[in-house]
């Protein structure tokens, strides 16, 4: 097929997907900045977004297009290299206006590549895939803003996110006017115009990255993700569909008390439950109910969803003992009964 047979079709291809992959990354800047202008909304699309099937198949679109972008240039250095020769070793005459990222534009994309790695670990692997494998963590994977604290709070993020803006903004730069060139728009008018156009578009875009590290690594260390009250509010909501799949029949009624409640009140109420969740289950757990349980199979039952229960609540403890990390708690009062 002339796509992939010919070197044209080849770097049609590259051009074809490195345009997707810019509107992405420039996409991708401006959606980073709602976290810093507007924190909560940012959870909310996180939220809308989430493993919802739309978001599934933009993930999976994107993910193909990074696949084809790479599997082309590793192709294209190779047939280049072969037409070269022996002669890539010797030095080249090369016209004095050829860019040092057109020469390096592979190891840009390896060091690119390193980068991803890394960033897909501290947060797609803790959202999207988290919510695809449906694993109950203490950690709501819709929680946007508190994969940005755990990931810069990391004193080495920001410098192994610096490396990755840098090596972007070099293949981008050449990327960008080199795309028009291999899809045929190769003149001298406009070449010129079009380096002038990219140089300012990725070096916004790469700038816009560099300040959102920035201003992430300074809120983060004053654990702001943790503790600004709106985001408390916002996170609160997310505790409920976190733990009902082990909650039992009482969820919907006490999710719907939570949303009514203030932060303060809902981290206290979930701590007394848990302490008596914890005390009753402790208080079943002898040999004489053991034993009762074998000739009575609904109370097995009965005690099999409260252990489940117990759980449930201690994951979202540990969540609020996270959001709550070195601020003093009052004990939790077993004797107080909260909707339960
Ligand atoms: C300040 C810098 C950045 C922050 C805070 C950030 C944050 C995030 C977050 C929160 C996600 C969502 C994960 C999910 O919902 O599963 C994500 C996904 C992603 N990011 Fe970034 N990002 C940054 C820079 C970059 C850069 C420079 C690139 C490209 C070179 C990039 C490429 C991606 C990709 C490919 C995904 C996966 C998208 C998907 O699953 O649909 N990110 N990022």
Not at 294 to 302: L, N, R, S
């Amino acid at each position: 097929m002339w796509l992939s047979s010919s070197s044209v079709g080849r770097k049609f291809i590259m051009a074809l997907t490195g345009a997707a992959l810019v509107l992405f990354v420039t996409f991708h800047c401006l959606m980073n900045a709602v976290a810093i202008c507007w924190p909560t909304a940012y959870n909310s699309v996180c939220m809308f977004l989430g493993a919802n099937w739309y978001a599934l198949l933009a993930s999976a679109g994107l993910a193909l297009l990074i696949f084809i972008h790479i599997i082309y240039a590793v192709m294209l250095t190779i047939q280049n290299r072969k037409a070269r020769g022996n002669q890539r070793y010797a030095i080249s005459h090369r016209p004095k206006n050829v860019e040092w990222s057109s020469q390096n534009m592979l190891v840009l994309g390896i060091v690119i590549l390193a980068f991803l790695v890394v960033h897909m670990i501290q947060f797609w692997a803790k959202m999207q895939l988290q919510e695809i494998r449906g694993v109950e963590e203490s950690m709501p994977p819709v929680a946007g803003t508190l994969f940005i604290q755990e990931a810069f709070s990391q004193p080495w993020t920001l410098i192994v996110y610096g490396i990755g803006f840098i090596a972007l903004w070099f293949h981008l730069n050449h990327g960008f006017w080199s795309m028009f060139q291999s899809v045929g728009w190769d003149n001298t008018t406009w070449i010129p115009r079009l380096k002038c156009i990219g140089c300012w578009w990725v070096s916004i875009v790469i700038l816009l990255f560099f300040a959102e590290g920035i201003v992430f690594t300074v809120k983060a260390s004053e654990g702001y993700y943790k503790n600004d009250p709106a985001l408390r509010e916002q996170y609160k909501d997310m505790i409920m569909p976190m733990i009902e799949k082990d909650f039992g029949p009482d969820a919907d009624q006490i999710g719907l008390q939570i949303t009514m409640m203030p932060y303060d009140q809902v981290s206290m109420g979930f701590r007394q439950m848990e302490a008596q969740v914890d005390q009753q289950a402790k208080s079943l757990n002898t040999p004489e109910v053991k034993e009762q349980m074998k000739a009575h199979p609904e109370m097995a039952a009965q005690v099999e969803e409260m252990q489940k229960r117990d759980e449930a609540l201690k994951r979202a403890v540990k969540f609020l003992d996270y959001l709550e990390e070195g601020e003093e708690k009052a004990a939790p009062q077993t004797n107080m009964p909260y909707g339960y």
